[in-house]
DNA sequence: CTGAAAGCGCTTACAG
DNA sequence: CTGAAAGCGCTTACAG
């Protein structure tokens, strides 16, 4: 590889003229010509991490995520890679495992000058972590520290899917979540759904199956629509449940009981997943706006990296979106 | 930050001192001592871009696949992660989204001293970036130059697949796949199968979509479907697929179609994925072992760093799932 | 405007 | 065994 001692000495000048032109400053046209000729020539390339080691800029950034066999998560990485890429950043990928020590060893990367900024979604008590003089975009969880939150906005998505239920005809509600109380943002969906029940003097249940039927949804969900039967009749007309992935078990086990969605039963997800990112939604959701999420989450970022203002918190909006577990009305 | 010299003036030696205590290397009891406890006291992280400058060593490893969105890639690149780490090593992740130029830019970053290696999934012909002094893994494609080429046995997959139509009682035995011709390992797929097909006096067809099937499948696949159609009635009762989202696909048009799966129809996919890597598989499938593919990458890829001797080509067993849509036999 | 020099955080011969 | 010094590829005051 030639180095920026080549492409001087190439061009007849000294290395500082040449790191000049690489950079935009000013230098005789004469100059910057033989420069930019001796660089093509020679094929240079910059080595950023050398350039980092006095500038302290990696043009690099760390991307947390608990693991990216969740399609949201995919969803959400695939697009911060596209937007950084467009910016000349390079995205390592750093999949938490909800490992409290995985995570706290990516935090760390930032704090070795080895990347500019990190962004992601964490879950693990790491706050120490954030100490407000690291570029860092958390999506989905609100720090009380002063850590940039980007976030759709939950509390409508709740309020959302209870219109909708409501509309479809359905008139006795029923929420499921799982996974971990921490992110206290994705906690809201349940908060607006419960709101507009109330405003509609609806009858509703919330019901939270906990952090295990994360890994083994099938017997907790089982047993708890059981429960609600009498007869092969279910006490509920209408579920919204916290994800996409949770809204496919419950259908799943809806089926085992011979339940049939949505005529039986309507059911709303949240996160609005299609196979590949195209096609048909799988089922009928709350769609978060992922791109925009990505591209919000990237310019706060960089607009952190470059020292200017931010916004604390960034609440975009979500849309309901028809697949096939709702009665159209 | 705490730099090496920090840590030696801490310790009262010189950097020199540091630096070997750091690297394993014989010092005398006493000063390692004092070193490392200047280490612990001053919770010294050692730059490795610093470092690499001279070894040309970042312990920074481009993962390159098409992108993520796709389960497969996903996985893929969730276990190669997972193994790196372990490893002491980062990732980059690189979506080439099948555009040249992308693919390009990031195979040029390991000719920067950027990345130590560089492991994916290539679909263009990027060749010329593989000279072979580059430490370099590709999955499903075999290069004619010295790169390593990770395979599962493709060949035996298609075998397979035609093994278990015939035993669950499929005697008109269909082909279909989609997507570029270019990775010569895939194509096996297809190879096996119909040399089973022969050698058990069996009727087929080979069906080739083409790349565009990859993006908007469902008009061509419906056509190609309804074309080999008389009076409702299928031409054919046993449907093998390059893909296991290809299957889903052609099970989506199956059922517009109605003809049930697997009753009429049976449908065998290929790459064995499970919602969120768990649970039930989608559909029946040849399952790839995509974890020990991920392992043999990262040990292939690691070898060659450390310019140790490797395999030219590695070959994994596969194994048929079931899925639902086969008869069980 | 441009060149020579110091320095970013590390490693590695080279003397001692 | 250990310290002083040179150098990895770059940037950035500082003279001129």
Redesign the interface.
Known sequence: ?ATIKDVASDAGVAVGTVSKVLNGQYVSAENKRKVEESVRRLGY??????R??KTRY?YTIA?IVP?????FF??L??HI??EL?KLGY??????S?MEPE?EAYYL??V????VDGIMGITFNENDAYFTGDIPAVIFDRHFRGPVCCISSDNFRGGELAAERLLAGGSRKLLYIRTGSSLSSETLKRGQGFASKCQERHASYEMLDLGDDAD?YP?QGILEALKSRMEGGVPSFDGIYTSTD?LA?EVIKQLDHLQIQVPRDVQVIGHDGLR?????DYLVSSIAQPVEDMARAGVECLLRQIRKEETEDITILPVTFVEGGTTRIT
Chains 1, 2 share one sequence.
Not at 45 to 50: E, G, L, S, V
Not at 90 to 95: A, P, T
Not at 275 to 279: E, L, S, V
């Open positions: 590889m390339q910059m080595n950023y991490y050398a980092g080691l990696t991307v693991d990216i066999l969740n399609p995919a969803c990485v695939y890679e596209k890429y390079k995205m390592f990928l750093c999949q495992q995985k760390r990367l704090s070795q000058n080895k890994f099938e992935g496919l196979r590949m990112n195209r096609g």
